[in-house]
T-cell receptor, first 111, second 112 residues
Framework: SQQGEEDPQALSIQEGENATMNCSYK?????LQWYRQNSGRGLVHLIL?????REKHSGRLRVTLDTSKKSSSLLITASRAADTASYFC???????????FGKGTHLIIQP | DGGITQSPKYLFRKEGQNVTLSCEQN?????MYWYRQDPGQGLRLIYY???????QKGDIAEGYSVSREKKESFPLTVTSAQKNPTAFYLC???????????FGQGTRLTVV
């Protein structure tokens, strides 16, 4: 079953602008992770935020987590054409079956 | 990527055939996973393994089989019982704990 649900499904912005993607989930989690997928490729891990954390930064990425609302957001600042990709949130509930993925947000950065 | 090798990159299957997708890792991680991705969709778990000689069904295991005879290898067989096998298949590995997963580059399977 798919736990996370990203919003919006697709997002198109101009280069240099900030991009914000949201993820909602249903059950308790140990951590939430964001991944990027370029077309036809595997997923690349971006950032992991644990359930006791509220905000985390990595370069131009900023992730927030609100466990009371069961939601997370990924902010990419000063976007670049190379950021064009699909972005997925994945939740880890601590089970042996690993991560549960949402359907992703397809981000297009217009040059 | 970077220590996880999936092969082949593209695979074509005739109706009624079994095909096997390879996943090899040199990261020495215990946990390995197979996911299926359909166009515009997220990843759905097919099978996973936490240790050699042990594996468990995921959400969509019907029509698939796996083995885990070595820590480095977790091949996936798509059997003729899988009626709609055309998809992108991704293998992932992790330490099994509270950490990230590492993905291979995927195999695109098409039924011809």
């Amino acid at each position: 079953s798919q736990q996370g649900e990203e919003d919006p499904q697709a997002l198109s912005i101009q280069e240099g602008e900030n991009a914000t993607m949201n993820c909602s989930y249903k059950t308790s989690i140990n951590n939430l992770q964001w991944y990027r997928q370029n077309s036809g490729r595997g997923l690349v891990h971006l950032i992991l935020i644990r359930s006791n954390e509220r905000e985390k930064h990595s370069g131009r990425l900023r992730v927030t987590l609100d466990t009371s609302k069961k939601s997370s957001s990924l902010l990419i600042t000063a976007s670049r054409a190379a950021d064009t990709a699909s972005y997925f949130c994945a939740t880890d509930a601590g089970g042996a079956d690993g991560l549960t993925f949402g359907k992703g947000t397809h981000l297009i950065i217009q040059p | 990527d970077g220590g996880i090798t999936q092969s082949p990159k593209y695979l074509f299957r005739k109706e009624g055939q079994n095909v096997t997708l390879s996943c090899e890792q040199n990261l020495n991680h215990d946990a390995m996973y197979w996911y299926r991705q359909d166009p515009g969709q997220g990843l759905r778990l097919i099978y996973y393994s936490q240790i050699v000689n042990d594996f468990q069904k995921g959400d969509i295991a019907e029509g698939y089989s796996v083995s885990r005879e070595k820590k480095e290898s977790f091949p996936l067989t798509v059997t003729s019982a899988q009626k709609n096998p055309t998809a992108f298949y991704l293998c992932a590995v992790s330490t099994g704990g509270d950490t990230e997963a590492f993905f291979g580059q995927g195999t695109r399977l098409t039924v011809v």
